[in-house]
């Protein structure tokens, strides 16, 4: 939440050590970082920048200008040597200097850095909905508690077909719980969930609980799949979320934060839900796998709960309705309960 970043923030800049952090949190490490080491996939390089975040952003934009600008004047010394050579190939007297001409022409590409290409995003459209009744999700009376502790108690709620509801509350009231309860993976202690006409669920759990560590990541999405979907469908949609080749039989165990979100979304892509379940789906992305949640988000046809920390998720999924944990108490939603976001 917010004030547990800002205490980590705050935290790590009067740090007397030395730290090595790997984060997409950018407000993190502009406030942390003075050495950034650089992975270049394209060149294979590490450059490293003695400097803050902001400056090596802009420093590596320049640079990327500079190899960009080097590149066009050496393909244009390529063309114009070549063409030299070819002219000086009509005469037998110059076929020695035109071969001199091919080979400095060679060593030139041979040197020139390879083209860039952009980053790789996966792309996500969430499923069109599956035809449902006009309430496919019900709850009644919901109460939940481990041992003597009680999480919530007497909530209820409808969540009707399309419909968007984003769930508030502080650390520990309940939010989580409340999802896991609807998805099935709880039970609840008191109350019930009733599932509508047509009711198909889709929960992308923040813990990634959902996944089977020990099956394959083609196996866990066809295990989400309707089988009217052929393993050839699946593997281009896996491809789209950047599971290419031999990755599509790597255990999920074994993938990293990120790529184990990419999975659990890529499940419910395949999954033809009508109400979604989501718990922080943002969470562990870099910005612009981010931005095509968000994008999904704004575009899906089905109904979604959201459970989140992040302001921009909610303003993406423009809710018509808010529940407050642990009261449960349901209301329409207003902006002005968007400050309350970063903080729940």
Partial sequence: DADSITWLRNYLRGYAGGLVVISHDTDLLEAIVNRVLHLDATRQVIDVYNMGWRAYREQVATDERRRQRERVNAERKIVTLRSQADKMRATATKARAAHQLDRRAARIAGGLAEVRSQDKVAK?????????????????????????????????????????VVVLGLNGAGKTTLLRVLAGVEQPDGGEVVAGHGLRLGYYAQEHETLDPHAGVFANVRREAPASLTDVELRRILGAFLFGGDRVDQPAGTLS???????????????????????????NLDPASRAEVLGALRSYGGAIVLVTHDPGAVEALQPERVLLMPDGVEDHWSDELGDLVALA
Avoid: M, Q, W
């Fill in 124 to 164: 996500l459209r969430f499923p069109d909905p599956a035809p449902c009744g006009r309430t496919p999700l019900t709850a009644n009376g919901l109460a939940k508690g481990y041992g003597s502790l009680e999480v919530f108690s007497g909530v209820d709620l409808a969540i009707d077909r399309g419909s968007r």
């Fill in 257 to 283: 934060g990120g790529e184990k979100t990419r999975l659990a979304l890529a499940a419910l892509v395949v999954s033809s839900a009508n109400v979604l379940l989501l718990d922080e789906p943002t969470n």
